[in-house]
């Protein structure tokens, strides 16, 4: 059982029997069995994408007429300059 906060009072079990039983009889907020809660999955992942781990944030100073154009070729655009980047340093290595 989670640790509860100074003061949480717990219902007795019957109590928690009614709460239960009223619950089931309302045909609109029906509790879920243990097997509907198994069968959930969550609808989608919250917050950011989690990256590869073999990146690193770098800032530059670019001039505006270079990202401009850099971006106006659409979503990827930076996977596209990192990739553009990695071919001049296979070249030059």
Do not use: C, Y
Request: overall charge positive; charged content about 25%; cysteine-free.
């Amino acid at each position: 059982m989670p640790k509860l906060k100074p003061g949480t009072i717990l219902p007795t079990s019957a109590e928690d029997a009614a709460i239960t039983a009223t619950a089931q009889a309302d045909p609109d907020a029906r509790p879920f069995t243990d097997a509907e809660w198994e069968a959930v999955k969550p609808q989608a992942r919250r917050g950011r994408p989690l990256g590869s781990g073999t990146k690193i944030q770098v800032t530059m100073r670019l001039d505006i007429d270079t990202v401009q154009r850099l971006r106006a070729t659409g979503t990827g655009w930076q996977t596209r300059v990192n990739d553009v980047l990695r071919n001049w340093v296979k070249r030059h290595a």
